[in-house]
Nanobody
């Protein structure tokens, strides 16, 4: 069994920062791409940030320059540092990972989501 467990969500004021973490555990042979997605009420889930196994990153235009994704492969953990938060960043943030449960057998996994609320 593989689990992704997020932490670090909460409620902050506009301009403040939060750091999300997502730890993968279980029967893991390897991990490829990892990412953070978010879904606001009444909207579709959108990619926020993505990082490949080699460390290349990609960000949604709305968060470029404010959010930073990083990963600690030794801890099977991915982070999302969110600075200069805005009310429009309010959403449920979910982490994603492409995980091999056996050599060469990769599957997508999602965390349960963590709420981020930014008040003005």
């Amino acid at each position: 069994q593989v689990q992704l467990v997020e932490s670090g969500g909460g409620e902050v004021q506009a301009g403040e920062s939060l750091r999300l973490a997502c730890a993968a555990s279980g029967s893991i042979s390897g991990i490829n791409g990892r990412g953070w997605y978010r879904q606001a009420p009444g909207k579709q889930r959108d990619m926020v940030a993505f990082i490949t196994s080699g460390g290349s990153t990609n960000y949604a235009d709305s968060v470029k320059g404010r959010f930073t994704i990083s990963r600690d492969n030794g801890k099977n953990t991915v982070y999302l540092q969110m600075n200069s938060l805005k009310p429009e960043d309010t959403a449920v943030y979910s982490c994603y990972a492409n995980i091999a449960t056996a050599p060469g057998r990769f599957f997508p996994f999602w965390g349960q989501g963590t709420q981020v609320t930014v008040s003005s």
